[in-house]
């Protein structure tokens, strides 16, 4: 399944698909394509990212780019770019994580401005130091743009998985609720807020997050 994206009153729902979710240069497009719809979409309005399944996403296509040839840096760019998208849009977002987000997945939902996560089954992770893969600096200013310090330490250097109600505490995420409420909590939250959508929010969020953007961003430094 590839991603799909529906409206609900003043709300887009972007469904990330119904498998693992990784980040394919065909699901990257198409992530990208309906940011293109919301942000030209006029008047009030917010935006909840969620997905169907056992995933809200597994993160990068390892197994694309081991057999592709494709280059490490130019993957690791647009990847990059999804993120400084997310994190910098000038509307209300809202994750809504119904199954495990894991590396990049995880990161993507750290790119939205509120998380809200299944309490009993699932877990938010960043396996990176597990898997051998260094954080690019972009990832890691994010990380630690998004979470505490000791918070940020703990998920980046030892791979620990938190539970519904652990990332809860840690303030991972915002809200913790059973399965059949995730996706009607997050979108109730952004309705809620969606008359904040304009250049306004798009600056302070600009403003805000400025490290992290211009890292992730950064098209000189080396990925790995």
């Known amino acids: 399944m590839m991603p799909t994206l529906d409206r ?8 990330l698909g119904g498998d693992e ?5 065909d699901w990257l497009a198409a992530v990208d394509d309906a940011l293109d719809q919301v942000e030209k979409a006029d008047g009030t309005k917010a935006l909840v ?21 494709a280059d490490f840096q130019g993957y690791a760019d647009d990847v990059e770019e999804l993120f400084a ?5 000038p509307l209300p977002t809202v994750a809504a994580m119904q ?17 809200v996560m299944r309490a ?34 703990e998920a980046m250097t030892t791979g620990r998985r938190y539970g519904g109600e652990e990332a809860l505490a840690a303030r991972i995420v915002d809200h913790a609720v059973a399965e059949d409420a995730v996706r009607a909590t997050a979108v109730k939250i952004a309705s809620t807020l969606a008359p904040n959508a304009g250049d306004t929010l798009g600056t302070i969020k600009s403003r805000m997050y400025g490290p ?12 790995a």
């Not at 998208?85 to 849009?89: E, I, Y």
């Not at 990176?128 to 998004?146: C, D, H, K, W, Y």
Request: neutral net charge; proline residues 6%; glycine residues 8%.
């Open 8 to 15: 609900q009153d003043d709300v887009f729902v972007l469904d």
């Open 120 to 153: 009993d089954r699932g877990y938010w992770c960043l396996p990176e130091v597990n898997i051998n893969i260094p954080f690019t600096p972009g990832m890691s200013a994010l990380i630690q743009g998004r979470l505490a310090p000791q918070v940020a330490h």
């Open 85 to 89: 998208r997310f994190l910098a849009l």
């Open 21 to 25: 979710n990784r980040f394919h240069p």
């Open 212 to 223: 992290a953007l211009t890292l992730l961003r950064d098209r000189v430094a080396p990925r």
């Open 99 to 115: 199954g495990h987000a894991f590396a990049a997945g995880a990161m993507l939902s750290l790119a939205h401005d509120f998380r």
């Open 49 to 69: 990212t969620t997905a169907t399944g056992k995933f809200f996403s597994n993160g990068l296509d390892l197994a694309w780019l081991g057999t592709s040839g």
